[in-house]
């Protein structure tokens, strides 16, 4: 497939987001960052160089997040420093964090002049507080304002997600006069797909998709034509529930309004995209114990950082389980199978109730359980693992027995397993009921937490039946 | 906040799906599901019936996966037949399914009247064959060819989230023209961001974006203001790759196009979200050992059908574990501490190797990762594990001695836990790494294969020392 950049000819930072994609094919991006890493082995700056300035700013921080440190700082000096502003923005926290650590004051506010405030708000955490009220200075009194508000929305809230760029329109006017409007201008604001409609005082009345105004008669009234009322968001809802509407009614943008439904912003569907990928691999990320996204090229350092506080959890839950087990020492000591057999218990007990967490923990975050339901749920739960007790317990119990020829140990450990299995499925609906109730996230270390219970349980009833039966 | 719902004089099937969003707010979905279960409660029926009219499809989706099953049976008696089509589509596929299963063929085919030839494409795989077949009989030619072309595209690429509503013009005609075009259609499909510029041939010549042609003068030809092609996705190209095409470049839609360049399809950013979401459900599902979405109110069966076969594993993974230990009873029975630390070994070791696989694998996802780095990673992961393995190898090393009064058994813990934590680092590099060069999905089971490695390792590790230093 033949490489194609695009048309060079055309300025970068003016064009309109979609004139950057001509001739852009999947295979592309890939060449590009083959080409730009040659050219950075055979230092031919001044190519590299040509090449960044055709490309696409999310392209040259994808370039970027690939390659290590010390190379990214040198692609990075060759990028002009007007374009440093909207690169900065699509890179992902963790490398943003490791190129804004190298660039001094002069820098990083002559970055931001391109932006817009809401672009400057997204990255004001990882700003210097020096860099942020120089920036504010040079501000227009209209965009500090906005800079204000943008930056006092918690992230994960609409606010947070929000731009100021919306055409508003009046109802008392025709659709030609709308349209004689719109042609003085040189262009509309990205994903533009409907333009609001907002009294004098700036009131939302309603939505004029530009769909609509495109098949419908210019004679008419904006009145006519526009929908009472789209989607409404407001700054303090959560971008979680935003993401749900976006999703569930296939958005392209949606108002933001005050409590008066006076018109603050919009969202656009790019913002909700990125928010659901970063909001997924935040998830991802979490259950395995990684604090935030990292580097791949970080160093030793940053990477012991992000993982150690989940290794201390790990190193207390496991240390609670080991004293169960010390607890056990002397029935060990008699019959040295119980430590082999063991494991086998608390793992199948562990992974089955992640199985019953992960479940209720994902349909808790879509809205599906209702009150009425949790009672339901726990005895389809404890169904299940009844079946799967009835099943693996008897299979073990047969290995068991088979292995070390005791009817006595194979019957323990299939009761161990069932019972296990049972406190696993328990714990798995209690956790998530018990959290969702006191008003915690359900999600956050769900994972820990049950394999902690299920380890220590499945510990103690394996050896405390052992105990009992057996020794 | 008052309960708003749809304007129900609009027709809800033929409106575009802006129209049906007027008046929601987020708080209102929750009102609707507790209105309905309310009215179900009551045996209002009646009144449930004018309610679910005035709904979304997408809600009703979301009400119908939020009831157990002989409720959500009873509503979806209730929903207009000609509407069945819409809302199964925006089932999860496990919900779906039940409705599906107690459905008769007559009203399968009834179902899919009001579909398109992309969206019976959807749910074909959910549908008998005789059904299907029927289906096919009663569609038009062209779009027989094109539900043809859709089941063909397996699940996973472009093809499959590719739909045929677009509207195209030539490049030889005046935007006046255009305009005037538009205007004698009703409306535009949904998520019409912009026009397909195509020749006799219908091979693509560029794009015009909605934005530029209401900006622009009229009597300018289409030639001069379409951008001469944007971003086209094959039908063959990975979703995923389309997904990261969306993400990076803010689109709203892109065209498909074949080999020869001849337009086939579009792909819109409301698939593209759908896609996301789904892919991260499940990942997340897949890393807690579910097959697939399940229903929160299946039956203890289902719910059994869907979980064992990643139980079987991990019963085979914990079996090998338990031979590892087993042969070490020995060494146990003169030493019985050993039984009590050796899980935190293998835990902290299992938690260590998921952490560096989970980050190698999302990097490798978004292709990150080139050839010639490995090694440098493999250097930064085996330098977190030293890190690690002094810091906490350390404090276990002192907590055994604490526990057991052993010098000897401190040692051997913290050697212990330094080679395990080696171990796991170099396992959690090595197997995507191996797994990527083979062209298999690194992602695939990568828990269960590290967890694997450190625990029979983990094990074979403490115990062999433990059997050389101590016993």
């Given at each position: 497939m033949a490489r194609i950049h695009y048309?060079?000819?055309?300025p970068i930072a003016a064009a309109?987001?979609?004139?950057?994609?001509?001739?852009?094919?999947?295979e592309d991006l890939r060449d590009n960052l083959r080409g730009a890493q040659e050219l950075l082995h055979r230092r031919e700056l001044g190519e590299l160089r040509a090449l960044l300035a055709r490309l696409h700013s999310a392209d040259i921080a994808w370039i970027l997040e690939s390659l290590p440190l010390e190379e990214r700082l040198e692609v990075w000096e060759l990028v002009k420093a007007d374009r440093e502003g909207e690169i900065l923005l699509e890179l992902s926290d963790a490398v943003r964090e490791s190129l804004i650590a190298r660039m001094d004051a002069d820098e990083l506010v002559a970055a931001t002049e391109s932006l817009e405030a809401d672009e400057i708000a997204d990255l004001a955490p990882d700003l210097p507080d020096e860099v942020i009220e120089e920036v504010v200075r040079a501000l227009p009194r209209d965009e500090r304002a906005q800079l204000r508000a943008a930056m006092s929305y918690p992230e994960g809230s609409v606010g947070a997600l929000m731009d100021f760029d919306h055409v508003t329109v009046r109802e008392d006017i025709t659709l030609e006069v709308v349209t004689r409007y719109l042609r003085r201008m040189d262009e509309l604001p990205g994903h533009t797909d409907q333009l609001f409609v907002a009294d004098r005082a700036r009131i939302l009345r309603g939505v004029l998709p530009l769909a609509r105004l495109i098949v419908?008669?210019?004679?008419?009234?904006v009145a006519k034509v526009m929908?009472?009322?789209?989607?409404k968001l407001r700054p303090e809802d959560r971008a979680e529930d935003a993401a749900q509407l976006f999703e569930r009614y296939d958005l392209v943008s949606a108002p933001v309004v005050d409590h008066f439904d006076h018109l603050i912003g919009r969202v656009t569907v790019d913002r909700v995209v990125d928010y659901i990928r970063e909001k997924s691999a935040e998830t991802q990320l979490a259950e395995a114990g990684l604090r935030e996204e990292e580097?791949?090229?970080?160093?030793v350092l940053d990477s012991f950082k992000n993982r150690w506080a989940w290794l201390a959890i790990n190193l207390v839950t496991a240390f609670i389980a080991s004293r169960v087990i010390g607890s056990f020492e002397g029935s060990i000591a008699k019959l040295v199978a119980l430590a082999a057999l063991m494991p086998i218990v608390a793992g199948i007990g562990g992974n089955s109730g992640n199985q019953t967490i992960t479940m209720i923990v994902r349909a808790l975050a879509l809205g599906?359980?209702?009150?009425?339901y949790w009672r339901k749920l726990l005895r389809r739960e404890i169904g299940v693992a009844l079946l799967n007790g009835v099943i693996w317990g008897g299979l073990l119990g047969v290995i068991a027995y088979v292995l070390y020829g005791s009817v006595e140990l194979g019957g323990v450990m299939a009761l161990a397993m069932l019972l296990t299995l049972l406190l696993a499925a328990t714990m798995g609906v209690a956790i998530p009921y018990l959290r969702a109730r006191f008003g915690r996230?359900?999600?956050?270390g769900s994972s820990v937490l049950i394999t902690a219970c299920t380890d220590s349980g499945g510990f103690f009833i394996f050896l405390g039946l052992a105990t009992i039966f057996l020794v």
């Open positions: 048309n060079a000819a055309q309109p987001v979609t004139e950057l994609l001509n001739r852009l094919e999947v419908s008669d210019l004679e008419l009234d929908l009472p009322e789209a989607v580097d791949v090229f970080a160093t599906q359980i209702q009150a009425p996230d359900p999600a956050v």
